[in-house]
């Protein structure tokens, strides 16, 4: 099976970059066209322990 490995080197303290992977906000923000949005459980701020529902729609069709 072919793999691909992708490496970014970010200038930025690890701590940041961990919150902006785990910002509900941010991830609202990077899929706007796509209307995608956190509809159930954490739905602002960082992800910790909890649960995200998200919700697209995609060629018309609404996914949950």
């Given at each position: 099976?072919?793999?691909?490995?992708?490496?970014?080197l970010?200038?930025?303290?690890?701590?940041?970059?961990?919150?902006?992977?785990?910002?509900?906000?941010?991830?609202?923000?990077?899929?706007?066209?796509?209307?995608?949005?956190?509809?159930?459980?954490?739905?602002?701020?960082?992800?910790?322990?909890?649960?995200?529902?998200?919700?697209?729609?995609?060629?018309?069709?609404?996914?949950?």
């Amino acid at each position: 099976m072919p793999v691909i490995e992708l490496t970014t080197l970010i200038d930025a303290d690890i701590n940041i970059c961990f919150d902006l992977a785990r910002s509900i906000d941010l991830h609202t923000i990077s899929t706007k066209k796509t209307k995608e949005q956190a509809i159930a459980g954490v739905t602002t701020g960082l992800i910790g322990n909890g649960i995200v529902q998200h919700q697209q729609s995609l060629l018309g069709t609404t996914f949950k």
